[in-house]
């Protein structure tokens, strides 16, 4: 099996462009990360070379319903965008629900702060996860498990 990141994919780089480059990554069982456990649903993969790409800070203070937030996705797999401004509607350890309007490609996206801190990671129309109608999109906050990847996340692994 093969996967890659492509980076810097956005309304001024596109495929085609030099500064939008695709890296492959490593999915070999002792660097690749799964789980499913209390429905966090995430994987956390290797890039196989080195990038020089800048690293998102990671917001790890408290965050609060009425914060104002913003997603930066690929909805329809189309080229990255910057949402408007949205809120946290509300908050649990483990799920946030927010306001920003996104659409199908958009899950795994990183939602930041005001500082352009990552604070949690979006999911989806709640709706869709429990058969309800309803408009509010979910997310899982950074802290929800930041804790059961920390170990993987050294460098020098």
């Given at each position: 099996?093969?996967?890659?990141?492509?980076?810097?994919?956005?309304?001024?780089?596109?495929?085609?462009?030099?500064?939008?480059?695709?890296?492959?990554?490593?999915?070999?069982?002792?660097?690749?990360?799964?789980?499913?456990?209390?429905?966090?649903?995430?994987?956390?993969?290797?890039?196989?070379?080195?990038?020089?790409?800048?690293?998102?800070?990671?917001?790890?203070?408290?965050?609060?319903t009425g914060d104002n937030i913003r997603?930066?996705?690929?909805?329809?797999?189309?080229?990255?965008?910057?949402?408007?401004?949205?809120?946290?509607?509300?908050?649990?350890?483990?799920?946030?629900?927010?306001?920003?309007?996104?659409?199908?490609?958009?899950?795994?996206?990183?939602?930041?702060?005001?500082?352009?801190?990552?604070?949690?990671?979006?999911?989806?129309?709640?709706?869709?996860?429990?058969?309800?109608?309803?408009?509010?999109?979910?997310?899982?906050?950074?802290?929800?498990?930041?804790?059961?990847?920390?170990?993987?996340?050294?460098?020098?692994?």
């Amino acid at each position: 099996m093969e996967a890659w990141a492509r980076f810097n994919y956005n309304s001024q780089n596109t495929a085609c462009d030099t500064n939008a480059f695709i890296m492959p990554l490593d999915l070999s069982l002792d660097t690749m990360i799964c789980s499913s456990i209390n429905d966090l649903d995430y994987a956390l993969v290797r890039l196989q070379n080195p990038t020089s790409q800048v690293i998102l800070p990671l917001n790890l203070q408290e965050i609060n319903t009425g914060d104002n937030i913003r997603i930066i996705h690929h909805p329809n797999g189309d080229l990255a965008t910057v949402s408007t401004l949205g809120k946290i509607e509300e908050l649990s350890h483990d799920l946030l629900l927010h306001s920003l309007t996104t659409d199908q490609g958009s899950s795994g996206a990183p939602i930041f702060n005001e500082n352009w801190e990552v604070i949690a990671i979006h999911r989806g129309n709640i709706g869709i996860m429990a058969a309800q109608t309803t408009e509010k999109m979910t997310a899982i906050p950074i802290n929800s498990f930041l804790d059961k990847i920390a170990s993987n996340l050294d460098s020098n692994r």
